[in-house]
């Protein structure tokens, strides 16, 4: 059984951080490039950062950079999303996604096979 399951979202006010968890289970996702996307109401889920395998190689999207990291623990399992300066256009449900594959288009929806049920995150101005 595979299982990507969030954790770690809430109500937070703007120039707050948080910390999204997801935990994988049932696969080797040691090896896999974990990612975080994020959709917001009305709008299509798009990419936030990406981790590689190894945790050596970090991705982020221009609109986060500076201000969420992305990490993973040394078992490789559990992928970290550290959101700092929060603002109300992060205002989503949050999900994170394993590719088996890794590679150079961790921004691209599609090449993640396994995906959580997501966690909200809103943001109040």
């Known amino acids: 059984q595979v299982q990507v399951v969030e954790s770690g979202g809430g109500l937070v006010q703007a120039g707050d951080s948080l910390r999204l968890s997801c935990a994988a289970s049932g696969r080797t996702f040691s090896s896999y490039q974990m990612g975080w996307f994020r959709q917001a109401p009305g709008k299509e889920r798009e990419f936030v950062a990406a981790?590689?395998?190894?945790?050596?190689?970090?991705y982020y999207a221009d609109s986060v950079k500076g201000r969420f990291t992305i990490s993973r623990d040394n078992g490789g399992t559990t992928v970290y999303l550290q959101m700092n300066s929060l603002k109300p256009e992060d205002t989503a449900v949050y999900y994170c996604?394993?590719?088996?594959?890794?590679?150079?288009?961790?921004?691209?929806?599609?090449?993640?096979?396994?995906w959580g049920q997501g966690t909200q995150v809103t943001v109040s101005s």
């Open positions: 996604a394993a590719d088996p594959w890794g590679g150079s288009h961790y921004y691209t929806l599609q090449n993640y096979d396994y």
């Open positions: 981790i590689s395998w190894s945790g050596a190689s970090t």
